[in-house]
């Protein structure tokens, strides 16, 4: 492709508002360009981009027996009326009433495809011989956000790769989601983006029933916790730590419980204010309901409660905060004020709380706090949990290791879903004895131009973008330094031929323009291998080969450089896909 032919606006400032490496990097180097808020044209080369990236997960995607579909974004709201979605998803979901033939007609543009293809599935699938089966789709996907941001980091439109698993139960549910996982794992390693599996919120299946694939990266909105020692990862929500239950005995020396009036008082910063002590100090008592029986949770005053835990810790099915009735009717008080000191309730506590001594707590009465609150004396516990956040510094749950906090771009899920939406859609199979049961079903997504942004984010220099072999929009750029001469441009030219005559995809830099904007360009739009003809080595009878990340280039003869480039070509692409797993 001629420069002069395609479309590449590059620019030499930095947008104002493009807050992150990759938005700067896409806008300079043209690869996108903003319609409104969370809605990007792509340019032909951010395109090329995400098209390589796209074939990368239709192969790997097929080479574990899936086959592609594809569904309509438009949906009737029914479908998730019937999943319970649409009150889900809220604001999220895109939809609205169009006309139609005198009546109104209520569609949602497809945030996820679950509905449609269990609706398709629960229309022709009957028969556990029919399982099990893969299903997926390269396809624009709607969402609200509610902030879009961080250029195509974050849209409202954006392209996905989804695949939904149907078996007839959980050994077919576990197979599928293994091949899945190991075709993440390849899809990921042949783009070149480094990515790590992480453990995440598990929904009802349990165990180990879903991960997210995470591009590491300072300005993901993901928090990964990760073992410095092993390879144990999990998101946030989801990390163990392996701290364990200290003793659960008094103190060997400790102060007097003491009220102290707190008017007014309530939140583990008011309180620090007046009783000008620190949050690590205080018991933070949270009144849940769990499965409609409420409990009172005890985590540190600078931590936070982790829902998930406090759920799997009481083995219960629904927790939420309490309303304000429950927490008056099992303290005594009105929120803020509850501890566990006499609290008329199950008490569960975080394993921070049996190492307090002389803590602070609220004192179950209106506008009070005790101070000097002390296990084995005041309040007894068998046990304790883990009930918080895991954090930085935490011991790792799988080695002696130590857990460490980064932040990711999610790129990535697999979930094994189980029967919520073949239940609620009615798509079931009969068995060898001709009974009925719920079809098990797993659900897998790849953002693809989030692979792209990711990559953008996480490698680059500061003259720009720089793409790996397998994504990269072009492979070879050519750059003639002077057009104007005849000898130039057809070694230029030959060179452009032959190597596009073998497969090679080559962008020929034929703008009249000086040798330093061609250069800057060349880096800033990051096309791995670049070869430079003309000056004073086409007059030695040479051109310069270079990749974008070497120092400087290497002089090859004129006769030798296509070869030579194709060696090259040859070796990295023998390079990126050593570290593709099989
Ligand atoms: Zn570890």
């Not at 290791?401 to 239940?423: A, D, M, N, P, R």
């Given at each position: 492709?001629r420069w002069?032919?395609t479309?590449?606006?590059?620019?030499k400032e930095t947008?104002?508002?493009a807050?992150?490496?990759?938005?700067?990097?896409?806008?300079?180097?043209?690869l996108?360009?903003q319609l409104?808020?969370?809605?990007?044209?792509y340019l032909?080369?951010?395109?090329?981009?995400?098209?390589?990236?796209?074939a990368?997960v239709?192969?790997e995607?097929?080479a574990?027996?899936a086959?592609?579909?594809?569904?309509?974004a438009?949906q009737?709201i029914?479908?998730f009326?019937?999943?319970?979605r649409?009150?889900a998803?809220g604001d999220?979901?895109?939809?609205?009433e169009v006309?139609r033939?005198?009546?109104?007609v209520?569609?949602?543009?497809g945030?996820?495809h679950?509905?449609?293809?269990t609706?398709?599935?629960?229309?022709q699938?009957?028969?556990?011989?029919?399982?099990?089966?893969?299903?997926?789709q390269?396809?624009?996907?709607f969402r609200?956000?509610?902030r879009p941001r961080f250029g195509?980091?974050?849209t409202s439109e954006?392209?996905m790769k989804?695949a939904?698993s149907f078996g007839?139960?959980?050994?077919?549910?576990?197979?599928s989601y293994e091949?899945?996982?190991r075709a993440y794992c390849?899809i990921?390693a042949?783009?070149?983006?480094?990515c790590?599996?992480?453990e995440a919120?598990?929904?009802p299946i349990?165990?180990?029933a879903?991960?997210e694939?995470?591009a590491p990266s300072p300005n993901?909105?993901?928090?990964?916790?990760?073992?410095?020692?092993?390879?144990?990862?999990a998101?946030?929500?989801r990390a163990?730590?392996?701290?364990?239950?200290?003793s659960?005995?008094?103190?060997e020396?400790?102060a007097?419980?003491?009220k102290?009036a707190?008017p007014?008082v309530?939140?583990?910063?008011?309180?620090r204010?007046?009783?000008?002590?620190d949050?690590?100090?205080?018991?933070?008592t949270?009144?849940?309901?769990?499965?409609?029986?409420p409990?009172?949770?005890?985590?540190r005053?600078d931590r936070?409660v982790?829902?998930?835990?406090?759920r799997?810790a009481?083995?219960?099915?629904?927790?939420?905060l309490a309303?304000?009735e429950?927490?008056?009717?099992?303290t005594g008080a009105?929120?803020?004020?509850a501890g566990?000191?006499?609290?008329?309730?199950e008490?569960?506590?975080d394993h921070?709380?049996?190492?307090l001594?002389?803590?602070?707590?609220g004192a179950?009465?209106?506008d009070?706090?005790?101070?000097?609150?002390?296990i084995?004396?005041d309040?007894?516990?068998e046990?304790?949990?883990?009930?918080?956040d895991a954090?930085?510094?935490?011991?790792c749950?799988?080695?002696?290791?130590?857990?460490?906090?980064?932040?990711g771009i999610?790129?990535?899920h697999?979930?094994k879903l189980?029967?919520k939406y073949?239940?609620?859609?009615?798509?079931?199979y009969?068995?060898?004895?001709?009974?009925?049961h719920?079809?098990?079903m797993?659900?897998?997504?790849?953002?693809?131009?989030?692979?792209?942004a990711a990559?953008a984010e996480t490698?680059?220099d500061?003259?720009?973008?720089i793409w790996p072999l397998s994504i990269a929009?072009y492979e070879?750029?050519?750059?003639?330094?002077?057009?104007?001469?005849?000898?130039?441009?057809?070694v230029a030219?030959?060179?452009?031929e032959?190597l596009?005559?073998a497969?090679?995809d080559?962008?020929?830099d034929d703008?009249k323009?000086?040798?330093g904007?061609?250069?800057?360009?060349a880096d800033?739009i990051?096309i791995?291998?670049r070869?430079v003809?003309g000056?004073?080595g086409?007059?030695?009878g040479?051109v310069?080969?270079?990749?974008r990340?070497?120092?400087?280039p290497?002089?090859?003869?004129?006769?030798?450089?296509?070869q030579?480039i194709?060696?090259?070509?040859?070796?990295r692409?023998?390079?990126?896909?050593?570290n593709v797993p099989n």
């Amino acid at each position: 492709m001629r420069w002069s032919k395609t479309f590449i606006p590059t620019m030499k400032e930095t947008p104002a508002d493009a807050e992150v490496p990759s938005h700067q990097l896409m806008l300079r180097a043209g690869l996108i360009r903003q319609l409104m808020a969370g809605a990007y044209t792509y340019l032909p080369l951010g395109w090329r981009a995400i098209r390589k990236a796209e074939a990368i997960v239709r192969e790997e995607m097929e080479a574990a027996d899936a086959a592609e579909i594809f569904m309509p974004a438009l949906q009737p709201i029914e479908l998730f009326e019937r999943t319970g979605r649409k009150e889900a998803f809220g604001d999220v979901l895109i939809n609205f009433e169009v006309p139609r033939g005198g009546r109104k007609v209520h569609l949602a543009l497809g945030p996820t495809h679950e509905e449609v293809v269990t609706d398709l599935i629960a229309r022709q699938v009957s028969s556990y011989r029919q399982l099990p089966l893969i299903l997926f789709q390269i396809q624009t996907k709607f969402r609200n956000e509610e902030r879009p941001r961080f250029g195509v980091l974050r849209t409202s439109e954006f392209l996905m790769k989804d695949a939904y698993s149907f078996g007839t139960g959980l050994e077919q549910l576990d197979e599928s989601y293994e091949a899945m996982y190991r075709a993440y794992c390849r899809i990921f390693a042949r783009t070149g983006l480094h990515c790590i599996p992480v453990e995440a919120e598990s929904g009802p299946i349990g165990g180990d029933a879903s991960h997210e694939f995470m591009a590491p990266s300072p300005n993901g909105e993901d928090r990964i916790i990760r073992c410095s020692s092993c390879s144990y990862a999990a998101n946030l929500e989801r990390a163990d730590t392996g701290r364990q239950a200290s003793s659960m005995d008094a103190p060997e020396t400790m102060a007097d419980l003491k009220k102290e009036a707190t008017p007014d008082v309530s939140s583990i910063e008011q309180v620090r204010k007046l009783l000008e002590c620190d949050p690590s100090q205080m018991i933070k008592t949270l009144i849940y309901s769990a499965d409609d029986k409420p409990v009172a949770v005890l985590v540190r005053g600078d931590r936070e409660v982790n829902e998930g835990k406090v759920r799997r810790a009481l083995n219960a099915s629904d927790v939420a905060l309490a309303d304000k009735e429950t927490v008056l009717r099992v303290t005594g008080a009105p929120i803020g004020f509850a501890g566990p000191v006499g609290i008329d309730c199950e008490i569960i506590a975080d394993h921070d709380i049996a190492d307090l001594v002389d803590a602070i707590a609220g004192a179950n009465e209106a506008d009070t706090h005790y101070t000097g609150v002390n296990i084995g004396r005041d309040y007894q516990l068998e046990t304790t949990h883990d009930l918080r956040d895991a954090d930085a510094g935490d011991p790792c749950p799988r080695c002696e290791g130590t857990l460490e906090l980064v932040h990711g771009i999610e790129v990535g899920h697999v979930f094994k879903l189980g029967t919520k939406y073949s239940e609620a859609l009615d798509a079931t199979y009969l068995d060898e004895k001709e009974k009925r049961h719920p079809i098990v079903m797993g659900c897998y997504g790849i953002g693809v131009n989030r692979i792209i942004a990711a990559t953008a984010e996480t490698s680059h220099d500061e003259n720009g973008l720089i793409w790996p072999l397998s994504i990269a929009p072009y492979e070879v750029l050519v750059i003639p330094l002077d057009i104007k001469s005849e000898e130039v441009m057809q070694v230029a030219g030959r060179y452009d031929e032959e190597l596009r005559a073998a497969g090679v995809d080559v962008l020929f830099d034929d703008r009249k323009a000086r040798p330093g904007v061609k250069f800057k360009d060349a880096d800033l739009i990051g096309i791995p291998l670049r070869v430079v003809i003309g000056g004073k080595g086409l007059k030695n009878g040479e051109v310069e080969v270079k990749w974008r990340t070497a120092d400087s280039p290497d002089m090859v003869p004129v006769a030798e450089g296509v070869q030579d480039i194709l060696n090259r070509l040859a070796a990295r692409r023998a390079e990126e896909s050593a570290n593709v797993p099989n």
